[in-house]
Nanobody
């Protein structure tokens, strides 16, 4: 069982930056691929970025490439999403998710554990 707790959301102006964190419980954090998804009001949840369990390879959605970076610190059992150049269309609730031994997991159905989400609001 893995529990995920997101933090770091908030209100920021367009062009600004935020760093989201997702702290995980459990002793085998390094065995899990982690992903970030987001859900805007009235829209379906969508993939943002993922980082693999081994080697730490990453993959991001085209909409955030060059602006968002996913990273992990296995010693702290935490995954991060650094967001730069934020746009109003990035406004959403951001969720982190985990799946054991995942590699390039971009679909919701691939993940077994989810956090409760953190709100990010970008004003124009």
């Amino acid at each position: 069982q893995v529990q995920l707790v997101e933090s770091g959301g908030g209100l920021v102006q367009a062009g600004g930056s935020l760093r989201l964190s997702c702290a995980a419980s459990g002793r085998t954090f390094s065995s899990y691929a982690l992903g970030w998804f987001r859900q805007a009001p009235g829209k379906e949840r969508e993939f943002v970025a993922t980082i693999a369990w081994a080697g730490g390879s990453t993959y991001s959605a085209d909409s955030v490439k060059g602006r968002f970076t996913i990273s992990r610190d296995n010693g702290k059992s935490t995954v991060y999403l650094s967001m730069n150049g934020l746009k109003p269309e990035d406004t959403a609730v951001y969720f982190c998710a985990a799946v054991k031994y995942g590699v390039r997991a971009t679909r919701e159905s691939e993940y077994d554990y989810w956090g409760q989400g953190t709100q990010v609001t970008v004003s124009s």
